[in-house]
């Protein structure tokens, strides 16, 4: 694994599955990773392919990275004038209420907005209603590192270095170019395991068990042209049994964000693949 580590924190974040996900990486290795559903980037971060082809469908999560690589000493200066002030985080957070104010933004403060809120909100949970406004409260920490100076020059690094393309739209269409010998990792909304853990507030809409038996076509659609690929999701009767002509490995991960204590913790997971390892 490399030193590299997400900038945001995020649902569903891959950190603790990544020994489980690097174990089970095809042993053949790949020429293009695909990642549809980019998130907090944990996996992209770990295994630093020399050329990518990521998606996310959050906007301002796609201009934070694409910032990150193009312009990061302009955030960092952005983010070292942020106060970690309840007053400040919701005059911020309001921004994206008036929909000219916040096409005036720029790059550089979408971004910085993106990470402050992300690093000063209620448990770190990105998470937006129906109309796609910020809508998590202030977390109150007392010291948060709202500019992590390190890691946005490294990751900065990383993807000037190297051959990483951002996209912003439908799952689908992020893995159009895909073919024999490139790899793909899909990290989805989770089917949820129950009623209260069913999260999918990180965009506007929603991802419900139609999306998920789509992305299971897509998957099938990708073993027909040769593409190997990898998935992880919860591990409920619907997607254990969705992927059972696949190899589904349950594996453990502690789960860090959820607005309820006693569901935070270990969790059964499912990492599917269509290759032998």
């Given at each position: 694994m490399t030193n590299l580590k997400p900038l945001v924190k995020w649902v569903g974040g891959k950190r603790q599955l990544l020994p489980h996900i690097h174990a089970a990486l095809p042993a053949t290795g790949y020429s293009t990773y695909f990642e549809p559903f980019l998130g907090g980037g944990a996996v992209l971060w770990s295994l630093a392919p020399e050329k990518a082809v990521v998606n996310d469908l959050n906007a301002e999560l796609i201009n934070l990275y694409t910032v990150v690589r193009t312009d990061v000493e302009a955030l960092i200066a952005e983010l070292q004038d942020y106060p970690n002030d309840e007053e400040f985080f919701y005059q911020l957070r309001a921004l994206d209420r008036d929909t000219e104010v916040f096409a005036a933004l720029s790059p550089v403060k979408r971004a910085a907005r993106t990470?402050?809120?992300?690093?000063?909100?209620?448990?770190?949970?990105?998470?937006?209603?129906?109309?796609?406004?910020?809508?998590?409260?202030?977390?109150?920490?007392?010291?948060?590192?709202?500019?992590?100076?390190k890691t946005l020059r490294?990751?900065?690094?990383?993807?000037?270095?190297?051959?990483?393309?951002?996209?912003?739209?439908?799952?689908?269409?992020?893995?159009?170019?895909?073919?024999?010998?490139?790899?793909?990792?899909?990290?989805?909304?989770?089917?949820?395991?129950?009623?209260?853990?069913?999260?999918?507030?990180?965009?506007?809409?929603?991802?419900?068990?139609?999306?998920?038996?789509?992305?299971?076509?897509?998957?099938?659609?990708?073993?027909?042209?040769?593409?190997?690929?990898?998935?992880?999701?919860?591990?409920?009767?619907?997607?254990?049994?969705?992927?059972?002509?696949?190899?589904?490995?349950?594996?453990?991960?502690?789960?860090?964000?959820?607005?309820?204590?006693?569901?935070?913790?270990?969790?059964?997971?499912?990492?599917?693949r269509n290759y032998d390892k």
């Open positions: 990470v402050y809120l992300n690093k000063t909100c209620y448990n770190g949970l990105y998470r937006v209603n129906q109309a796609g406004q910020f809508n998590s409260p202030f977390g109150r920490y007392k010291k948060p590192l709202i500019c992590d100076e490294a990751i900065n690094v990383y993807l000037r270095d190297n051959d990483v393309t951002f996209l912003n739209g439908d799952f689908k269409d992020a893995v159009a170019t895909a073919k024999a010998g490139d790899f793909v990792y899909f990290d989805p909304p989770y089917d949820p395991v129950n009623v209260t853990s069913n999260f999918v507030g990180y965009a506007a809409g929603g991802f419900g068990r139609d999306n998920q038996a789509e992305l299971k076509e897509l998957c099938d659609e990708l073993t027909a042209r040769g593409v190997k690929w990898m998935l992880s999701n919860s591990a409920t009767e619907f997607i254990r049994e969705l992927y059972a002509e696949y190899h589904v490995d349950i594996v453990g991960a502690s789960r860090a964000i959820n607005s309820v204590a006693s569901k935070r913790g270990k969790v059964d997971e499912v990492l599917v």
